[in-house]
Antibody, heavy 121, light 107 residues
Framework: QVQLQESGPGLVKPSETLSLTCSVS??????????WSWIRQSPGKGLEWIGHTDGSRTTTYNPSLKSRVSISVDTSKDHFSLELRSATAADTAVYYC?????????????WGQGIVVTVSS | DIQMTQSPSSLSASVGDRVSITCRAS??????LNWYQQKPGKAPRLLIYATSTLQTGVPSRFSGSGSGRDFTLTISSLQPEDFATYYC?????????FGQGSKVEIK
């Protein structure tokens, strides 16, 4: 059974970097058979796809966040991470990590439970 | 970005009702359309991918149809556990944008 779990600070100060980690069990982030994604949800903007990694060095980001975001993979620990620089109140949201099934199509088939992140001083 | 518009934003229905939710894309997306169900305080759950393929374990009362720009999620006989918010997502082109959600409430 594939499981994902987000972790990281629940409170980030404005202008600082929001950093989250997603721990994966039941699958390997480096297998190449899936992508790994971050999505966020805020009352104001609904669900927003942040980006994904293919488990190696290839990443794709939402153009609206591309200048501030990085997704990386730690294959030794089977987890992947999100960094969002220069955080503002608009980045306050529930952040989810998810597995992307890319076998024939593209869909998010396993999700973490989500982590609430507030950007505030 | 491709814009996804769902309707209705909310609806009230009774157990046993047939319910349909529509999703319109701002441009052609073939059948690259997924549906998710979300309950309060929980992560979204994949119901349907590629417009009409049911994810493993999803009850057969859920079905999806459409192509091009217009898509529909149908629940043939609403059950108590189906009261939730439903989202469509296009994956024809990145970013994979979501609809704003359709909340199904108890009548």
């Amino acid at each position: 059974q594939v499981q994902l779990q987000e972790s990281g600070p629940g409170l980030v100060k404005p202008s600082e970097t929001l950093s989250l980690t997603c721990s994966v069990s039941g699958a390997s982030v480096s297998s190449g058979s899936n992508y790994w994604s971050w999505i966020r949800q805020s009352p104001g903007k609904g669900l927003e796809w942040i980006g994904h990694t293919d488990g190696s060095r290839t990443t794709t980001y939402n153009p609206s966040l591309k200048s501030r975001v990085s997704i990386s993979v730690d294959t030794s620990k089977d987890h992947f991470s999100l960094e969002l620089r220069s955080a503002t109140a608009a980045d306050t949201a529930v952040y989810y990590c998810a597995r992307v099934n890319v076998s024939s199509w593209y869909f998010l088939d396993y999700w973490g439970q989500g982590i609430v992140v507030t950007v505030s001083s | 970005d491709i814009q996804m518009t769902q309707s209705p934003s909310s609806l009230s229905a009774s157990v046993g009702d047939r319910v349909s939710i529509t999703c319109r894309a701002s441009q052609l997306i073939s059948i690259y359309l997924n549906w998710y169900q979300q309950k309060p305080g929980k992560a979204p759950r994949l119901l349907i991918y590629a417009t009409s393929t049911l994810q493993t374990g999803v009850p057969s009362r859920f079905s999806g149809s459409g192509s091009g720009r217009d898509f529909t999620l149908t629940i043939s006989s609403l059950q108590p556990e189906d009261f939730a918010t439903y989202y469509c997502q296009q994956t024809f082109s990145m970013p994979g944008t979501f609809g704003q959600g359709s909340k199904v409430e108890i009548k």
